[in-house]
Nanobody
Framework: QVQLVESGGGLVQAGGSLRLSCAASGNIHIINDMAWYRQAPGKQRELVATITRGGSTNYVDSVKGRFTISRDNAKNTVYLQMNSLKPEDTAVYYC??????????????WGQGTQVTVSS
């Protein structure tokens, strides 16, 4: 059974930094794209950043220059380094991974979410 477990969220002042991690475990054959999403209260879930297996990245405009997504394929882990945080970055952050697990079809998996709160 595949699990994605996020960590690293918390409370930080505006201008501060946090680093989120998301580790995938289980009978995983291979992971393709990985991504971070976020959902603020009363808003739809928003794609924040994506990274391919080869390391190509994309970001939503609002975080460009402040957030960096990276991954360690050997550890099945994706990271999100968040710098110069703003109150509007406050949300629950979710990781997503598109992968093949042994004995299952290719599909996307979600983590349980980690809260990031930025105070002004």
């Amino acid at each position: 059974q595949v699990q994605l477990v996020e960590s690293g969220g918390g409370l930080v002042q505006a201008g501060g930094s946090l680093r989120l991690s998301c580790a995938a475990s289980g009978n995983i054959h291979i992971i393709n794209d990985m991504a971070w999403y976020r959902q603020a209260p009363g808003k739809q879930r928003e794609l924040v950043a994506t990274i391919t297996r080869g390391g190509s990245t994309n970001y939503v405009d609002s975080v460009k220059g402040r957030f960096t997504i990276s991954r360690d394929n050997a550890k099945n882990t994706v990271y999100l380094q968040m710098n110069s945080l703003k109150p509007e970055d406050t949300a629950v952050y979710y990781c997503n991974a598109d992968l093949w697990a042994v004995g299952t079809a290719y599909r996307g998996y979600w983590g349980q979410g980690t809260q990031v709160t930025v105070s002004s």
